[in-house]
């Protein structure tokens, strides 16, 4: 292949004592040696062919192409490569990087491709040496060139509208279905699928609109107010019918045309205060009105007094043609005695297409002020003090009023409360309860002494242990034939002085016997001795195991033993 495949032969190491013939490699010995090296470098140049590449036109740029590689058989750096794109018609929308790794070009995307637009590119790619040996520079050109074809293949791509964004005008209070506008999309792909629009709801959250899936016609669904909401910003969606279901969404505009349909009004709602003393022809105020229509050039508000006041003596009106009037006084002096305010009603027309207008109503207050004109008191006050009250006295017949009704109603409430008892007791509750006799003892009016936990817990009542009530040694009955025993006690005595030391000592409660027992049969083996439960009758009962229950029950033993007892003696 012409320079491409000559050889060349040098001495790299062995000079001067060896030469090497160029053109055929034989080696001369200048010297005698016992042995040699022979070293020899190949230049070749990089070998390449024709390459055929791929590329989606859904792929984005800065995405691989594909890659080729040019044949140098050279090693170190002289087998290293460098690759440009020479030509093309693909140069703009393709770019050449080397893999220093694999010594391989790689070719990228550097701009989105179209397949509907064109589907082939064509690029001459060429390769070179990095490093030349100067003095083999005479057998080059150590580079070559290959040719790139590059195909675009379709993909299934989202219709395409045929505008970034639309602006549309729709007038406003125009009747339902007013065409606003049309938006159109296609799909670009080879199959054509139709579409389908949509608006999404959210961009249009009080559905103003609606839009024919098949057309792209938008109209309205109601009059819309201008002065409520001026613009309607939505999105159109354009779904393709068939394939992967892809879709695009476009930005919609729509402007409210204004309407003059409001009328004029006070730009400010304020009191204009005058003076008794107000001489005539002075202007006490300027008023100027406000509109939610918008304006045209060279529009201005026209004001004049309304028909019925027009030939009034108190105040007269200058329309200014700059959307402002000028209120002036036309009689001298004023007296609030005779009347204190003025109600002058002003007609403002705005002159547009068609015209509207309104009457407000200018509040104009008559003041007391000094020589200087300044204003002292514009209140009713003096009236007041005229008729002998002043506001003092006023204040307190006020207060003495809410006084007594405070008291009227306070009355009534008490009049109407009941008082609720304490303990509700159900008809149909024959339960035996201790709460039943919270009184007991201490009489009715002793509700402050009683205290129920006292008589559950005894022992921990107020921080203090209950006394222990003294039993009384009781006669025992005597049975026929036999004699009452010395030592004996009088039970009534015994009551008598147990009722008394409650009475002096201030600090027992009015214990009831139920709280004896509870005190009694603490730590005791024995089950409740309430009388609650007990027989009503003694016939038949055997007493003689309260003999095993201990000392404490001992007397107890003895009083229901006895009868057994005196039977055995006799």
Request: hydrophobic fraction near 35%; charge should be negative.
């Amino acid at each position: 292949y012409g320079n491409s495949a000559r050889l060349v032969y040098s001495i790299l190491q062995g000079q001067p004592y060896f030469s090497v013939e160029p053109q055929t490699g034989t080696v001369i010995s200048n010297y005698i040696f016992t042995g040699l090296v022979l070293m020899y470098k190949m230049v070749r140049c990089p070998k390449s062919s024709v390459y055929a590449m791929a590329v989606s036109e859904d792929k984005v740029p800065g995405e691989e192409v594909g890659r080729l590689k040019a044949r140098d058989p050279d090693q170190a750096e002289n087998g290293l490569v460098d690759y440009r794109i020479l030509e093309g018609d693909g140069m703009n929308l393709f770019e050449i990087t080397k893999d220093s790794e694999t010594q391989e070009a790689v070719i990228k995307l550097k701009k989105t491709v179209d397949f509907e637009t064109k589907r082939s590119y064509t690029l001459k790619v060429e390769a070179s040496n990095t490093h030349i040996d100067s003095r083999f520079a005479a057998w080059g050109p150590y580079k070559d060139t290959t040719i790139v074809k590059i195909s675009v293949e379709d993909a299934d791509e989202p219709p395409t509208f045929m505008a970034p964004g639309y602006n549309f005008e729709v007038e406003e209070n125009a009747p339902a279905g007013t065409l606003v506008g049309r938006v159109h999309a296609k799909d670009t792909d080879i199959m054509n699928n139709p579409i389908r629009y949509m608006i999404p709801r959210y961009t249009d959250l009080e559905e103003f609109f609606t839009i024919n899936t098949e057309d792209g016609i938008i109209k309205t669904t109601r009059p819309l107010d201008r002065e409520a909401q001026a613009w309607h910003n939505i999105s159109v969606s354009a779904t393709e019918i068939g394939g992967h279901h892809q879709d695009a969404k476009v930005r919609v505009n729509i402007k409210v045309k204004d309407v003059n349909d409001n009328a004029p009004e006070f730009a400010a709602q304020n009191e204009v205060l005058v003076c008794e003393n107000v001489s005539p022809g002075k202007l006490i105020e300027t008023v100027s009105a406000t509109d939610k229509d918008e304006m045209a050039h060279r529009q201005h508000f026209h004001f004049s007094l309304a028909p019925e006041v027009a030939n009034n003596h108190s105040f007269s009106i200058k329309d200014n043609r700059d959307s402002t009037a000028s209120i002036f006084v036309i009689r001298k002096g004023f007296s609030r005695m005779t009347q204190d305010v003025y109600h002058l009603p002003i007609e403002i027309n705005d002159n547009g297409v068609p015209p509207m207008s309104s009457t407000n109503t200018l509040i104009i207050r008559v003041c007391s002020c000094d020589s200087k004109d300044t204003i002292l008191s514009c209140n009713v006050e003096p009236f007041i003090l005229s008729a002998g009250l002043s506001t003092g006295a006023l204040i307190a017949i006020l207060a003495c009023i809410v006084i007594l009704l405070a008291i009227v109603v306070l009355f009534v409430a008490l009049r109407h409360q009941k008082k609720e008892p304490l303990i509700v007791f159900e008809e149909e509750d024959i339960r035996e309860n201790i709460i039943t006799y919270d009184d007991e003892g201490g009489g009715e009016e002793d509700t402050e002494a009683f205290d129920i936990a006292t008589l559950q817990n005894p022992d921990g009542a107020n921080g203090f242990l209950p006394r222990k009530d003294i039993k009384p040694e009781l006669q025992y009955p005597m049975c026929p034939g036999l004699r009452p025993i010395g030592n004996s006690v009088d039970v009534d005595d015994f009551i008598k002085t147990r009722i008394s030391d409650a009475d002096n000592d201030p600090t027992a409660p009015p214990y009831d016997s139920i709280q004896i027992y509870g005190y009694e049969g603490r730590g005791s083996i024995a089950g409740s001795l309430s009388s609650l439960e007990s027989v009503t009758t003694d016939s038949d009962l055997d007493y003689d195991y309260l003999q095993s229950w201990g000392p404490r029950f001992k007397k107890l033993a003895d009083l229901y033993g006895t009868k057994d007892s005196a039977d055995d003696n006799s």
